[in-house]
């Protein structure tokens, strides 16, 4: 089965670092442009940033830029986001995707169930 | 404010068709065909329903489609079914500089 599963959210407080990460399964990992997404509670989805299959890519939106930064361990299957400086506007449920056909304009068509992040003192 | 525009709700009957209008700008939707739309129910991940404007992905039923016109994409849902009640996404490549936008988000209530 094909599959995204993430990991490592958790209550931290303004100003804080987290790392997330995300395993795949099911799929050849290091086929595929892989991205974060975002949904605040109650909110829509916002992208986050992406990342090359073999990592020399990566792109973020401007909101996180400096202070989030994705990375990938192809031989773990893995995908990870590390997050510095965190804002009370960071705190949503953080999804991990992959991009379909190998290219960086693929639709996300496969989810993982997401990791939550509270910001609060 | 999300970057495309969504109506924030739409209904229907069952049986009935209904369509969600995602509006952008030259710089996403009107210059890209790499336009999609995202199924997402209650506490549920979202689900991919249409890439690149108007394809389905193995899987998706075909009483969903989606068109595109000038920097407007649509989404129409046709003989609808209780299961069809969820919130939709539609998204696009930017060339703006942040890669990808999603719209707002419009909640599907089948009557």
């Known amino acids: 089965e094909v599959q995204l599963v993430e990991s490592g959210g958790g209550l931290v407080q303004p100003g804080g670092s987290l790392r997330l990460s995300c395993a795949g399964s099911g799929f050849t990992f290091s086929n595929y442009w892989m991205s974060w997404v975002r949904q605040a509670p109650g909110k829509g989805l916002q992208w986050v940033a992406n990342i090359r299959q073999d990592g020399s890519e990566k792109y973020y939106v401007d909101s996180v830029k400096g202070r989030f930064t994705i990375s990938r361990d192809n031989a773990k299957n893995s995908l990870y986001l590390q997050m510095n400086s965190l804002r009370a506007e960071d705190a949503a449920l953080y999804y991990c995707?992959?991009?379909?056909?190998?290219?960086?304009?693929?639709?996300?068509?496969?989810w993982g169930q997401g990791t939550m992040v509270t910001v609060s003192s | 404010q999300s970057a495309l525009t969504q109506p924030a709700s739409v209904s229907g009957s069952p049986g009935q068709s209904i369509t969600i209008s995602c509006t952008g700008t030259s710089s996403d939707v009107g210059g890209s065909n790499y336009v999609s739309w995202y199924q997402q129910h209650p506490v549920k991940a979202p689900k991919l329903m249409i890439y690149?404007?108007?394809n389905r992905p193995s899987g998706v039923s075909n009483r969903f489609s989606g068109s595109k016109s000038a920097s407007t994409a649509y989404l129409t849902i046709s003989g609808l079914q209780a299961e069809d009640e969820a919130d939709y996404y539609c998204?696009?490549?930017?060339?703006?500089?942040?890669?990808?936008?999603f719209g707002g988000g419009t909640r599907l209530t089948v009557l």
């Open positions: 998204s696009s490549y930017t060339n703006s500089g942040t890669f990808w936008v």
């Open positions: 995707a992959r991009s379909r056909g190998g290219n960086p304009f693929g639709a996300f068509d496969i």
């Open positions: 690149e404007v108007s």
